[in-house]
């Protein structure tokens, strides 16, 4: 089991920064892919950004240029650095952490944290 907790959220003014970190229970970024998603109010929960064991990234295009996701493995912990926010980017965020051990999959998700952009 993994228990994932997101911090850094809050109310940001449009073009402003905020750095999310979500900080796993234990040692797990060598063996699950790790991602950031996203849910607005009314709409369903998307892939923000993503980053692999082996530590390549892919970002959705609507944040590409502006988010940077990183992990520390150190740390057990994972970053999402948000530049120039815009209104749209208002959404729960949330961390989620993924692995396949033989045939089982295994899908870890944090309680969110709330990103809010307004002027």
């Known amino acids: 089991q993994v228990q994932l907790v997101e911090s850094g959220g809050g109310l940001v003014q449009p073009g402003g920064s905020l750095r999310l970190s979500c900080t796993a229970s234990r040692s797990i970024f060598s063996t699950h892919a790790m991602g950031w998603y996203r849910q607005a109010p009314g709409k369903e929960r998307e892939l923000v950004a993503g980053?692999?064991?082996?530590?390549?990234?892919n970002y959705a295009d609507s944040v590409k240029g502006r988010f940077t996701i990183s992990k520390d493995n150190a740390k057990n912990t994972m970053y999402l650095q948000m530049n120039s926010l815009k209104p749209e980017d208002t959404a729960v965020y949330y961390c989620?952490?993924?692995?396949?051990?033989?045939?089982?999959?295994?899908?870890?998700w944090g309680q969110g944290t709330q990103v809010t952009v307004s002027s």
């Open positions: 980053i692999t064991s082996g530590g390549s990234t």
């Open positions: 989620n952490a993924k692995t396949l051990i033989g045939l089982r999959a295994y899908d870890y």
